[in-house]
């Protein structure tokens, strides 16, 4: 049963920066496969944010080009988001995603190739 738990979430103003992890369970070897980090805000499509292919080749939202970073820590099975430079508009519920495929070539942003869904963190930013 594969699980994934993200943290991190929370309020900050405009500017600010927050750091979203994503520790995984029962997905073996998670270094293995494509990971990625989806958002939502409330009447909106859930959106790709960034991703990590297995070669650790990272792929980003024009939105996010340049604030953001996605990482992984492969020895703790844990996927990390570094957001820098926040803005309202960055505010949404975050996901953390997992694929059973090693790479995503040019759908790493879409949803649909993923497998396994965190429960999300709540990123709320104040201008």
Do not use: H
Not at 21 to 39: E, I, K, L, N, P
Request: aromatic share 14%; charged share 15%; glycine share 12%.
């Amino acid at each position: 049963q594969v699980q994934l738990v993200e943290s991190g979430g929370g309020s900050v103003q405009a500017g600010g920066s927050l750091r979203l992890s994503c520790a995984a369970s029962g997905y073996t070897y998670s270094s293995y496969y494509s990971m990625g980090w989806f958002r939502q805000a409330p009447g909106e499509e859930r959106e790709g944010v960034a991703a990590i292919e297995s070669d650790g080749n990272t792929i980003y939202a024009d939105s996010v080009k340049g604030r953001f970073t996605i990482s992984k820590d492969n020895a703790n099975d844990t996927l990390y988001l570094q957001m820098n430079s926040l803005k309202p508009e960055d505010s949404a519920m975050y996901y953390c995603a997992a694929s059973v495929y090693r790479y995503c070539g040019g759908r790493c942003l879409v949803r649909y190739e993923y497998n396994y869904w965190g429960q999300g963190t709540q990123v709320t930013v104040s201008s």
